[in-house]
Structures are given as C-alpha cells and as structure tokens.
C-alpha cells in the first residue's frame, strides 16, 4: 500500500480523553454512545449525506445491528473509528455493510477501522451475506502505518476476504467520495460501482504524488472521477448526481441478485413490456442501417426492469440485467448505433465481465446478436484483441446458466461465435426473419472467394454482373429458411412473438443444474 | 340572438355532450342527447332536457350512424346537430347530411371542412398564405426514390406520413437515408389498413418538437377572434394528456406569426365556427404547420379560461347566424392547464382499464374547472374513449395554475377503474414540465417518463423514488428518506422524485463531434454555418459494412468542418464542432 492523500498524513496529537466522573463506567459508555451516534460536525459537506443517514436510506426501517461502535471510544476525534460495520436488510433480505464516515479523519483506515472491515466481510463469508459498500475515504492512515499495513488483520486481509467473497455473494459498491491509494482497491473487487459525480474518486496515487514521481500535470477529476471511471477507464458502472441516488441504484441491483451463490435470483410480479408494441422496421432489413438495440430489449423485457450495467463505457456492447415474465435475466447485446456494433478489446471485456456476474449468481443468460464481427485493423490487434475476444468467448462457454441465442439481423465471423454460437450450446438459437448467418457479409465474402477473378475483369459491366451473381449465390446460401433446414437454428420467430416464446423457453429450462468439469478452473486467456 | 335556432341535437357523448347541453341551457336553447346502451343514465343523458337511445353497444351502431343520427334529430324537433369532436365531428359527408335534412350544422361549412382536413389540401392552404412550414411535400409521394431525394436535398430525418393519418397512425420518421425504402412501405401498408389509402407525403422531421396551437373563432361576416395558443406537448401515442393555454415561453414575434398564420389560413378556406390551427415547434423554434382541427377541441377549456369567451356558446351563436362580439386577437389574462383524467393504466402502457366507477372525488375551489362525463356507478367501456373527466385550473400566472393543479390532483380520486392521475401527480413535479424552461416535447411521455410506484404518499414510511441508470429510469422503494434532512438529501430527494436529468444521462455533451470508429465518411450533410438541433444527423461513418451516424450532441452551428464523403476517417477523429448559435 503505497502513500495516500497526506491531508491525512497531516494528524494531529491524540486528545486526550474527556474526564468521566467514573472512568470507562457505565455513565462513560453511555456518553460515548451518545457521542458517537451524534457524529462530528466540523468537516460535513453540504453535498454529501452523513453517513449514518447514508444507513438509513439504503436499509429498512430499524433493520441495523452495528459492530464496534465504540471503537476508539477514547478519543472524541475518532467515532467507530471512521468506519460502520454491521448488518442490517434489504427489503428484507440481510446484508453485511461497511460505511465510511468521511467526517472522521477523511475516512481514513486506522488498525481498529481494518479489523472492523475484517470481522465483518469474515462474518460475511460466514454467513453468505452479500456486501453493501458505502465507500469514502482517504485510504491508509499514515500515522497508524503499524497498525493498517504491515499485518495480518489490516487493508491486505481486507482484499484478501474481498477476493475470497466474489462470486460467493454480491458485493456493491457505492463510491460516494474518494477511495485513495490502496483503498482504491475496495471498489475494484466489488461486482458494482455506483459513484456520485464530483465527489467519487479513485486513484493509486493523488495528482500532486504523481507529479512529483513523474511529472505529469493533471487534475483529481481527469486522472480519477467518476465520469472518467464510467466512461472511460470501465473501473466504474454508473454515474449518479447525488449519494440518495447512488444508494437507490445499490438497493435496486439488489433486488435482481440472490443473497448468495447457493440461492436463484427472486422472481417478482411480471409487468409488460413498455412500449409493448414492435413497429415494423424497428430491426431494419437493411444490414447496413444503424438502430438503437435498447428499443429491442424494451420490447422483450418487463416494463421498466432494465438495470443497464456500465451503461456509459464500451458502449457497442449493451450488458445489463432484467426481468423477463417476472424472472431476472442477464442482456448481453450488440449495439448497431454504436460504432458498427462491432465488438472491441473494452466491449469483449465487459462482456466477459458481466457473463461472469451472471453465472456466479444463477442468472441465465439472453444474447442478443446483430454484430458485423470483432473489429479490424492495426489499432485494435495491437490492443490485443485476439486476446480480449478470447476472454470473451471463454466466459461465455464456461457460463453454466442457461443461455438463450437471438440473432437479431446479422451474425458474421468470429463475433456470431463470441455471442454465443450454436456450438458453445445455447438452450436455444433463435432467428428473427431479417436474421443472416455467415462468416462474413455476402459482398465481403465474395471479393475474398474470387479476388483474383474479379481482378481479372477488366470489363467493369462484366465484373459488376459477375459479383452481382456471386453475392446472390451467397445470400441464397445465408437464407434464413436454410438456417433452419439444416438445424442451425431451433426456430425462427416473428418479433412479436419473442418476448412470450423467450418466456416459455426460460420457464421450461428453470430446472437446470450447473455440471461440474474435473479440473480446477480454466487458464483464462486474460 | 342565435337566430332560429330552438332545439340542439347533441351527436355525442361523455363530457363533451354534457359541455354542449349546458351551453344551450346558458343560451336559452334546449338539447336533446342520444346513448348507446352502454351510457343509459350517464351525465349527459341526464342532464339535457331530453335524451334518445340509440340501440346498439357499438359506436358504429350509434354515434357513428350518420343516418340514425339525422333522423332521431328530426324526430325529437331539433332544428340544429353539434357533432361534439370525435366520431363524425369531421365528417364532410355527415355535415352534409344533416344540412340536406334543413338542419343547422355546427361547423364549418363541409367545403371547408374538405379543404382544411384533409392534410394535403390543408398544406396546400397553409402554404399559399405563407404560414411556416418545415420543407415537404406538396402532393403524395409516388415511392421510396422520392423519399430519398427529399432527404437529400432538404437533410434528414425526414417523417412519411399518412395524407388521411391523424394520432401517429401512418407516421413513420427515418432518421437515416438506408432506412428510408422499408419505413415508407411500412407508412403505405399502414395508411391503407387504417385509412384505406396509401398516399403519403414527406416533410422534415423536427427532434424534439413541441405541440403549439392557435383556437379561432370565425363568423360568417368575415369575422375572426384569436383565443390565443395552447400547448399540448405533454402526448402519449401522439394523443394529449396535459394542455395549457397560452403556449409558454414562446417569442412574441413567433407568437405573432402563428396568429396570423391561423387566422389567413381560416379566411383563405372560409373557414366558420371554432377551429384549430396546429404547429409543431422544433426544440430550435422553428414552427411548422401540422393541420387543422374543423371541430371544437377537448382542450378549448383552457382558451375559455384565460379569454373568458365560451367557445361553445360562440360555435352555436355563429351557427344561428349571429356575429362575434369581438374580433381579432383576444387578450389573455392568467394560465390555465387541462389535465386529462383517463380510464387508462400508466404502468401498462396507457391501455384502456375499462370497469364501473365506483367511487369518484371531483376536486373544486378557487381556480378548478372540472368538466366530467362520468357519475359513481358509470361503466367504463373500451368500445368508446377512455377520457372520463377534465381538470381545468385557472391561475394568475403558471406558478399558481400549478400549485393549483397540483392541489386539485391531490383532491381527485377514483376509484374501480386505473387513471392517469399518477402520471399527473408525477409531472406536476417533474422539473421538465413546472421548471422555468419548458422541456417537455410531444416524445417526452413516452421517452423520457418512467411512473413512479403507486402509493408513496404523505405519511407513509417509505418514498419511491426514480433512478437513472444507463437510458433508463427504474423505480425504487426508498424507507429511509422521509426522515433524512439536510440540504444534500433535499438534493437527493428531488433527484429521487422529480425527473432529474441530472448527471445520469447519457453521455457528455460535447462541442467537438467525432468519429466514432475508424472507417470511411459516406454522407455529409451539413456544411460550415449550418444550424443543427440536438440529435440531427452531421454526417454518417461507414465501417464494418455498417452506418454509423454522427449527431450533434448539443444544438449550434457547425464549424470546422473536417470531413468529406470518401475521406477515410480514425476513431475520434474530428468531424466538426458545433458553436454557439449568434441567433439564438
């Protein structure tokens, strides 16, 4: 754990404890209690929640039972030791929280503030409860080094249960203020980052540290805000403008995860689709013509149940949960508004990201495919893409929730396999009619097939007809009734019908159970 | 005062049956009502000096019978027929057929009728007297080639539309040039299902547009009065749930423009009785001509209240031959809203919830208005409109119509059928309608409103609120925030409950526009100078064998203009900016 933002470095002498008229009596505790559910005034901000505010609006009504808060109930500067722990419910349902109290020394983690976070996230293990963040601090305390870094109960235990809790149950995140230095690795293993614009940030290392180290002149917002995170760094999910509105979003993710690994998402009442109603058109015939795939996914979804996940980063791929008949799906989609729909080294990861989410948490799986492949060009092999893709198509095949195929409009090349080909066997392969599969689009695959004869055509009338008759052998070929002739695909829908054929087909696979491979895991080609 | 006219047949039902019968009983007249079964013993059967059954469940056997109509008319001694709106209230042949049978009509004459509902004459009229027009055609489109060559002259999207469409039937917008052949089949197989003709012609599509109208009042002396203009943006399906009059925040010299438009293009048809004259308004100000409405309105509530001139007891005094009291523009004092109380279900879409009324608090007090076409007990049907009752309010200015809508929602309720009321709630709080700047837009329902769940009211523990996340807004329960104080959750909480655009939209607006992959500039369609709206395609970027077009993230005018078709373009690679607008 390297330097944190020294405002908190900056720490003044321990005061010394307040004369109680019995020393550490009942009177005393009673005072401290007192004192610590009061908080500290001096350092609020106007544009952030106090933090035991924070607690009320994510948890139900009288539902929180706190560790530790008289941790550090010696010293009037430091309530709970700058950190809530404990556990309280969720619409009901149970969950561990860590909350930071920016008020107290920024935050900051201390030794007594660690092993908080360490008994709760060991309680969490446990007792499988999903993690609830509410992230705010400076980082490491650098007066209390000895106590937070070196050992074994201090911020490296804390990661270690982090990692050891992924997959276990859902850990959320809200990024509320800063989560500096080593502390930046909090949201990093959460499945979730909400943050709050203007206040969230993350960062190894403040601009002023980096200035000194390398030179380089930057801002706190360009090197680490929440817009930066979200939109381009990916080490975000969503932006919010207020903290009511990041802890509404956390509560909502929520309700769409089981508590644990052990247990199915909760289904809820179905509601319709909202519009309901599938304009022609609104998947264009035309391969070339751009369309929003979020006016598809509003067709098949339960109305207003669509939680988009990293909504603003890699947007050529839409990822997001839903609900379908009532039941919580996972959407992973093309975007065709977004630079060709084609998938990119950021939009294969966040693919393979959210693929990975979904079956840790038994939430099946619906590909929406219209992809004109993976990208091409010097740029985006040297990025790695090959490598990236293969990220991508290893989650996919390694995901055991039931996954259901749509191809949209087009399925071309090697991005037709990543969205979850018939091979990586998908529950289903469903087609609409303006649906074409193909290693490549029919002009495309012609000019490759007969390059040199096309080149030898020097007649351009001739050659026009020659690759006229080639591009329609082609698409003779890729004909849909053809996909379904030779069993490609287990039906072609009619686009009204999606939404009720995708439902009977979710409810008929509610049975599944995951098939265990004879190995420790795959070596993912990261 | 209103000539011969003696007895007044009601050709029509619900609220705005009851608004004509009471005009009558204000001008000395009787009215005489007919019902479909299913309305025996609702309001307007009641509240007329006589009432006739029309056999049958069905509009077509009823209110939709021409002939059954005309002859019950003559039965009961009536010496006039209001058609009301809807049903035959635009219905040349039907005008005609009740003047054949010596009866008063009132309305128009059918000639005007023909020549201002039918929207390709409409636009022939609009555009003779020079009222503003986005570019279109004058004539249907004979095919999809047409389309094309409109598009690229006068730049995309461009909207294809039904001659004989109305309520988005037939409507079909292309926002790029390659879907332009499938959307126009689909507008031509729409048009001949809905209407039984196909033609359709194409104009310029205006993003983000608001709906602004003119309510005009003619006599047959020549004389015209302007009520003023309504805005009826709030719409779900291109039908208006919320209408207020006068249009707010409009410049005075466009205000000045859509009067005049709307008187020239009622005296250029001759043009009598109450009618509407509607423009779209662009989020850039650019007004256009849309059509004409040869009927009384739903929404003529609102002109009354700021004018304090009857529009129906003007429709009926010019039906009698009598001239208007006054003439020219009507000056406006105050604001009025009409919030329309539907029998429909929010949260599924805004279908019909048919079901018998079984309790109903109509709100009052200072500034409310409420017409009502239901009583406790009613039956609410899915065979006739789902529009069961209006609140009006009046207020000195929009603030306190506002407050007083808000006030009279609060009041109202209903009970055994699903209303609006919930969307109503929500909107008077939505910063986008009640804000300074109206950013409300004929789309806005339906693209940008997410209803809140049922129930959070006042004194109950838990508030709902609306996150957005990605394009999206979701409902959320919220237990703790009624107890939260302090500025940030005052922030949160509007944020919480009211529209809140906030940082949660998507994307950065940015001056600078991109490509936003590598690829090859197929269409350019702008130039240095052009002003573009928010959402207006700038040029379109091929790659992967698939369109990508580039839109302006924020209104300006393009400058710097660094591609041409051809070029071959990197990733982010500039393509223009888009400055501040010197005219705005």
């Known amino acids: 754990m390297t330097a944190a933002e020294s405002d908190t470095a900056a720490m003044p002498e321990p005061v010394a404890p307040a004369a109680p008229t019995a020393p550490g009596g009942r009177e005393a505790v009673r005072a401290a209690t007192a004192s610590v559910l009061t908080g500290l005034d001096a350092g609020r901000w106007p544009s952030k929640l106090p933090v035991r505010d924070r607690l009320a609006l994510l948890l139900d009504e009288d539902s929180w039972i706190e560790d530790g808060l008289l941790a550090n109930a010696g010293r009037d500067d430091l309530p709970a030791d700058g950190v809530l722990t404990g556990v309280g419910r969720v619409e009901g349902r149970r969950v561990a929280v860590i909350a930071h109290d920016y008020t107290v020394k920024a935050g900051s983690w201390g030794e007594l503030g660690c092993e908080k976070q360490v008994r709760i996230l060991e309680r969490a293990y446990r007792d499988l409860l999903p993690v609830v963040y509410l992230v705010d601090s400076a980082g490491g305390r650098l007066n209390d080094q000895m106590g937070f870094f070196p050992g074994r109960r201090g911020a490296s235990r804390i990661f270690h249960l982090q990692v050891r809790l992924s997959g276990r149950v859902p850990q959320i995140c809200c990024l509320l203020g800063p989560s500096a230095a080593g502390g930046a690795y909090m949201p990093a293993f959460t499945d979730w980052v909400g943050m709050v614009e203007g206040n969230a940030s993350m960062y190894l290392a403040s601009p002023r540290i980096a200035e000194k180290v390398t030179g380089e002149v930057t801002t706190l917002e360009e090197m680490g805000g929440a817009r930066m995170h979200a939109e381009v760094s990916g080490c975000g999910d969503e932006v919010f403008g207020t903290d009511g509105e990041a802890i509404a979003a956390a509560r909502l993710l929520l309700g769409y995860l089981p508590g644990s690994y052990r247990e199915r998402p909760a289904a809820v009442a179905a509601s319709a689709p909202e519009p309901a109603a599938w304009p022609d058109g609104l998947v264009p015939e035309d391969p070339n013509a751009s369309y929003d795939v979020l006016d598809v996914i509003d067709r098949i979804v339960d109305g207003g149940s669509f939680f988009e996940v990293k909504p603003r980063w890699a947007t050529e791929m839409v990822t997001g949960l839903a609900r379908l008949d009532g039941e919580v799906v996972g959407i992973v989609a093309n975007q065709p508004s977004v630079r060709s729909g084609a998938i990119f080294v950021d939009s294969a990861d966040k693919a393979a990201r959210f693929i990975t989410l979904c079956d840790a948490f038994n939430v099946p799986l619906v590909f929406l495919q219209d992809v004109p492949g993976f990208m091409v060009g010097a740029a985006v092999e040297r990025q790695g893409i090959i490598r990236h893709g293969a990220k991508m198509v290893t989650a996919m095949a390694s995901a055991e929730v039931p996954r259901f195929t749509v191809v949209l409009r087009k399925a071309y090349a090697a991005g037709y396999y990543a969205m979850c080909a018939p091979g990586f066997e998908p529950r289903a392969t469903l087609a609409l009619p303006t649906a074409t599969i193909g290693t490549m689009s029919p002009e495309a695959s012609v000019n490759a097939m007969y390059a040199n004869r096309i080149a030898g055509l020097t007649d351009a009338a001739e050659r026009a007809d020659f690759v006229a008759r080639r591009v329609a052998e082609q698409e003779a070929e890729m004909n849909l009734l053809r996909m379904g002739a030779d069993l490609v695909v287990d039906a072609v829908v009619e686009p009204g019908d999606l939404r009720a054929e995708l439902i009977r087909r979710l409810a008929d696979a509610a049975g599944w159970e995951r098939t265990r491979d004879h190995r420790h895991h795959s070596v993912s080609p990261v | ?584």
């Not at chain 2, 779209?280 to 929404?299: I, M, P």
């Open chain 2, 1 to 584: 005062m209103t000539g011969a006219l003696g007895t007044v047949f009601v050709a029509n039902r619900g609220e705005i049956a009851v608004r004509v019968v009471r005009a009558c009983r204000d001008l000395g007249l009787r009215s005489v009502t007919c019902y479909a079964d299913p309305d025996a013993g609702s309001p307007h059967t009641v509240l007329a000096d006589a009432s006739v059954r029309l056999p049958g469940d069905t509009a077509a056997e009823t209110y939709l019978a021409a002939d059954a109509l005309v002859r019950t008319a003559l039965a009961a001694g009536a010496d006039a027929v209001h058609p009301g709106y809807g049903f035959l209230a635009e219905d040349a042949g039907f005008a005609e057929r009740v003047r054949a049978a010596g009866l008063v009509w009132v309305g128009p004459s059918p000639d005007a009728m023909r020549a201002l509902g039918d929207k390709v004459s409409a636009r022939a009229v609009a555009r003779a007297v020079g009222a503003p027009m986005a570019a279109g055609t004058d004539r249907p489109v004979t095919g999809p080639g047409e389309v094309e060559a409109f598009a690229d002259e006068h730049g995309l999207p461009v909207a294809v539309k039904a001659a004989r469409g109305g309520g988005g039937r037939g409507l079909r917008v292309a926002w790029t040039r390659a879907e332009i052949p499938d959307l126009y089949a689909s507008a031509v197989r729409e048009a001949e299902q809905a209407f039984g003709a196909g033609e359709c012609f194409v104009e310029r599509y205006l993003p983000r547009a608001r709906h602004v109208e003119v309510q005009v009042l003619a006599d047959d002396a020549g004389g015209v009065l302007v009520l003023g203009t309504r805005d009826c943006s709030v719409q779900r399906r291109h039908q208006k749930l919320v209408e207020e009059a006068p249009a707010p925040g409009l410049p005075d010299a466009l205000r000045t423009v859509l009067h005049d438009s709307a008187v020239a293009i009622c005296r250029h048809a001759g043009y009598t009785g109450a009618g509407t004259v509607e423009f779209l308004v662009g989020a850039d100000g650019t007004a256009s001509f849309l059509e004409v409405n040869t009927r009384v309105q739903v929404e003529h509530p609102v002109s009354e209240e700021v004018t304090g001139i009857d529009v129906v007891v003007e429709q009926l005094r010019i039906a009698g031959g009598a001239r208007l009291p006054v003439t020219g523009v009507h000056p406006v004092a105050g604001h009025a809203v009409e919030l329309r109380i539907n029998a429909e279900d929010p949260s599924r879409g805004f279908v019909p919830s048919p079901g018998t009324v079984a309790r109903l608090r109509l709100p009052g007090g200072p500034g409310v208005r409420v017409e009502c076409g239901v009583a406790e007990g009613s039956s609410v049907g899915l065979g006739f409109d789902s529009l069961i009752a209006k609140v009006v309010v009046w207020g000195r200015d929009r603030d306190q119509a506002l407050a007083r809508a808000r006030r009279a929602v609060a009041e109202t309720e209903v009970e055994g059928v699903r209303t609006v009321l919930p969307v109503h709630r929500d909107l008077l709080r939505d910063d986008a309608f009640t804000g300074p700047e109206l950013r409300v837009h004929t789309r806005w329902l339906e693209e940008e409103y997410v209803p809140a769940p049922d129930g959070p009211d006042v004194g109950r523990r838990a508030t709902a609120g609306v996150v957005r996340v990605g394009r999206r807004r979701l409902a959320v329960p919220l237990p703790g925030m009624p107890s939260i104080t302090g500025p940030a959750a005052d922030a949160a909480r509007e944020a919480l409950t009211g529209a809140g655009d906030g940082a949660g939209g998507a994307g950065i607006p940015h001056d600078l526009l991109v490509s936003p992959i590598q690829g090859s500039v197929v269409r350019v369609l702008v130039e240095d100078g052009r002003h573009v709206g928010v959402g207006e395609v700038v040029a379109v970027v091929e790659a992967m064998k698939m369109e990508n077009p580039v839109r302006a993230g924020v209104a300006g005018v393009v400058a710097d203009l660094a591609v041409a078709v051809g070029d071959s373009v990197a990733q982010d690679a500039p393509i223009c900016r888009l400055v501040a607008d010197p005219a705005a």
